[in-house]
């Protein structure tokens, strides 16, 4: 399998669900702004939407793909699907209880994830409502992180890479048709979030079919709970759901605190996540996504140099993906806000604010990107104690961090300190996978940091130019105009800094990997 070809796959599946993910949130941005109600949707949505990332993108496929991976390899299809069958019984009947328990005490959740809105009017009331109505989504999302898991060990990325892109279709067709003819127009949201989910399971059917692993969900939780594979996912799962969700988790902490900093603070925070997910998504999941596989299988196969291998390609293309895009949200963050949200009843103010909150996960995008690649690094090898270890320490790391920022930067401290706390997640990964022999780098590093110092420099010189020079929230009034700079400042950017990188003699032949 030619890596760089699937995650050009993954990726470009991907880009095309984060611009969707855009098209929505320049969509709500235009018809609700940043105020109480979408204040009260983004706390809403944060419950399904953080369980989405502990199972889509973080604990269940760290802990299942390798198993999966090895049921496989070793115990041939028979065994395999049993394997798939007994989990997906076993996480249907779990969630549906845990969605009921979800409705029934919604209040309760609201008020531990934002216990501020109560001072927002109806805020609160509205998010309560809105959970009621998004909490099954974690029904039809797990199941879907089961069948992405699947359908990626099988090397069909394609559909898992794809799903999203419906959720976010959903959401479009609820801002635009829907929500204009509803009482409350910003319910039309939650509705959206229940008819993605779905979606997004059905759409991979197809696939598992053409593998003959169409899950079978029975009426016997208990027997499929008993199954030796399934009892293994989920020993290595529950700490592994802390491990890899570090960020989520203090993100939800952070919603509590920007809850208690005014109206517009959470919704903030909200749009400048949408932006600095759009790299996190194509670099970090995509790379996570297409290695996770192949690491479970060197390590299966007791392929030590390969399995090394494989880590330092992927953290090569890390940075030299990742390291622009941090500039780019640094530097550059007024522009992207402001040509991308800054309609209808997004105002000036929160160009402003979003901008700064983006910036501040600039300072931290390359440590949020690699944890993806370097978490997989432990769990491929099943190694759970490790990661948890240093989640800890990276929690309490972070609150200490809101502690000192908060007072300093407002809502822009919250994202500081998660990026930060990233950084720092990374780091330790890093230095635990190089002490235990798992990872050795390849030569050529010293060369290829030189080389990236020098584009990055540049580039940052350059976008800092043209984000002063041009009055970005002035331009409201000429948006055509608007659109077609920004255009042409990302191509004249990205032009730029691979042009420099040529001229420094970078050598981007190393990046066409082929594995088993």
Known sequence: MNLFRALLTVSGFTLLSRVT??????????AFGA???????????????????????????????????????????????????????????????????????????????????????????????MTRIMFPYIVFISLTSLASGVLNTYKLFSLPAFAPVLLNVSFIAAAVFVAPHMKQPVYALAWAVIVGGVLQFIVQLPGLKKIDMMPRITMRPVAALAHRGVKRVLAKMVPAMFAVSVAQISLIINTNIASRLGAGAVSWINYADRLMEFPTALLGVALGTILLPSLSKAHVDADTNEYSALLDWGLR?????????????????????????????????????????????????????????LAPGFYARQDIKT???????????????????????????????????????ALLLFIGLRRRGIYSPLPGWTV?????????LVLAGTMHWFAINFDWIGMRREPFMRIALLGACLVLFAALYFGMLWLMGFKYAYFKRRTK
């Open 317 to 373: 293309v890390t940075f030299l993906l990742a390291a622009p895009s941090a500039i780019a949200l640094f530097f550059f963050a007024e522009p992207l806000t402001a040509t991308l949200f800054h309609y209808g009843l997004f105002n000036g103010r929160s160009v402003v604010m979003v901008g700064r909150a983006l910036a501040a996960y600039g300072v931290g995008l390359v440590g949020l990107i690699l944890i993806k690649i």
């Open 387 to 425: 990661p948890v270890k240093i989640g800890v320490a990276v929690l309490v790391a972070t609150q200490v961090g809101n502690y000192v920022f908060v007072p300093i930067f407002a809502h822009a401290g919250l994202t500081l300190s998660v990026g930060l706390g990233a950084c720092m997640n």
């Open 448 to 456: 290829f940091f030189v080389q990236l110092l020098g584009a990055c």
């Open 21 to 30: 993910g855009l098209a929505r949130e320049t969509l709500i941005a235009r």
């Open 35 to 129: 105020s109480q109600f979408t204040d009260a949707f983004y706390v809403a949505f944060r419950i399904p939407n953080l369980l989405r990332r502990i199972s889509a993108e973080g604990a269940f496929s760290q802990a299942f793909v390798p198993i999966l991976a090895e049921f496989k390899n070793q115990k041939g299809h028979d065994a395999t699907r049993a394997l798939v069958d007994a989990m997906s019984t076993v996480l249907a009947w779990t969630l549906a209880i845990l969605s009921l328990l979800g409705i029934v005490g919604a209040s309760w959740v609201v008020l531990v994830v934002a216990s501020g809105l109560q001072a927002e009017g109806e805020a609160f009331r509205l998010a309560v409502v």
